[in-house]
Structure formats: structure tokens, C-alpha cells
């Protein structure tokens, strides 16, 4: 199976911070990459997808980078609706697999 | 827009089987060339991928449930179910159910879950 590691696995931050989360395949996946919000209580939210694309109707603060084995999705200025758990997951192989998760905590 | 909802008991004895449905709306199970896959997520193993089935035949499951899980489909109902045989207490979990599409980027295609359901509940306890 493919290991997705992210990091960190939460942080704290301001409205208006700049939020950088970073995920790490165990092999190469190309761009074969996806990223997730998740809410209490709610299933995942598509963001982005192909790890830069942004799912239509998404903010345009949120972006991804990466290919290979590193990825990133950033949050430009980040917003209160924004406080989630966001997971990145990779569609290379069965099984598919996820990071841990990284919770975005208001400062 | 595709909408999907899981439905089924929520609390399973230990080792007797479980079973959920998801049907979905807004689109037909049979159409397409989607993968209908069932998810979930514990506390302790986070988010964990369980199978799958395709429009074009066939089911793909996770080799650690293989033994253990039946996805079928019902295209009168358009709906698709989960069978798991034999539950303990890790298999609490919330199940989602949830549909893998492909995106063309001119030389691959590339999977991603587009949309999913809201998640059921599931506790295994005497």
C-alpha cells in the first residue's frame, strides 16, 4: 500500500494567515493526487483534484502544488470558514490511501 | 447533482454481518464509467478505503477485508450495498459511500471521489 504522510498533523493559525500543508507519498504518484476539508460531522469536501486543480465552486485561495512523491495545497489568506480537518489521498493504486489529516485550528 | 445516501443498522453484534446500502440519486448507477466505492473512518485508522464496484463490471476490494466483504449493486434501485462478515469492535467506524470519477488530462486518466454521502454511524457491541 501507499504510505501518504502529512504535516504537520494540526497548527493554529490567524484569518488572513498564509497556511501551507504538506503531503509526502511513499513512491512516486505523479499528479495522481487529491485534497480534502472535512468538517465535524460532515463527509469530505472535494477541493482540489490531479493535485492543482481546483474543483469548480472552490475558492480560489486554496491551491495545490506538487508531483511525485511531495505535495502542498496552501491557503492564501486563510478565512473562518476555513477552520477544518483537510486530508490529502492518493488515486494511484488500490488501495486507495489517505494522510492523517492536518487540523487547521483558529490562533 | 449526484447525491448519495447511506443507509443500515447502527449497532451490529460481534460477529454477525453487516450490512449497509447506498442509493443514489441524480443519476443513474449504470451510466457512466464510475467507481462506486464504500469508505470509512475511525478515531484509529482514519480515513480507510473498503471497495469498490464498476459501472463496466467488476469489484476491486481491500486485500486487509477481502475475505471478509461482499459489494453487490442493484441497478432497479440503483443502489449498491456492503456486506461485512464476521465485524469486531474495529470495525466501528463511519461509512461513506461515495463515487470515483476520471478526469482526461490529454494522456492519462486520473481518479478522484467527487461526490460522497453524508456518512452512517456504525458501532459493533454486545
Not at chain 1, 504522510?5 to 493559525?13: E, F, H, V
Request: aromatic share 12%.
Amino acid at each position: 500500500d501507499i504510505q501518504m504522510t502529512q504535516s504537520p498533523s494540526s497548527l493554529s493559525a490567524s484569518v488572513g494567515d498564509r497556511v501551507t500543508i504538506t503531503c509526502r507519498a511513499s513512491q512516486s504518484i505523479s499528479n495522481y493526487l487529491t485534497w480534502f476539508q472535512q468538517k465535524p460531522g460532515k463527509a469530505p469536501k472535494l477541493l482540489i483534484y490531479t493535485a492543482s486543480t481546483l474543483q469548480s465552486g472552490v475558492p480560489s485561495r486554496f491551491s495545490g502544488s506538487g508531483s511525485g512523491t511531495v505535495f502542498t495545497l496552501t491557503i492564501s489568506s486563510l478565512q473562518p470558514e476555513d477552520f477544518a480537518t483537510y486530508y490529502c489521498q492518493q488515486s494511484f493504486s488500490t488501495p486507495r490511501t489517505f494522510g492523517q489529516g492536518t487540523k487547521v485550528e483558529i490562533k | 447533482q449526484v447525491q448519495l445516501q447511506e443507509s443500515g443498522p447502527g449497532l451490529v453484534k460481534p460477529s454477525q454481518t453487516l450490512s449497509l446500502t447506498c442509493t443514489v440519486s441524480g443519476g443513474s448507477i449504470n451510466s457512466g464509467r464510475y467507481s462506486w466505492t464504500w469508505l470509512r473512518q475511525s478515531a484509529g485508522k482514519g480515513l480507510e478505503w473498503i471497495g469498490r464496484f464498476f459501472t463496466h463490471g467488476g469489484t476491486n476490494y481491500s486485500p486487509s477485508l477481502k475475505s471478509r466483504l461482499t459489494i453487490s449493486v442493484d441497478t432497479s434501485k440503483n443502489q449498491f450495498s456492503l456486506k461485512l462478515s464476521s465485524v469486531t469492535a474495529a470495525d466501528t467506524a463511519i461509512y461513506f459511500c461515495a463515487r470515483e470519477t476520471d478526469f482526461w488530462n490529454g494522456y492519462s486518466e486520473i481518479p478522484y471521489f467527487d461526490f460522497w454521502g453524508q456518512g452512517t454511524p456504525v458501532t459493533v457491541s454486545s
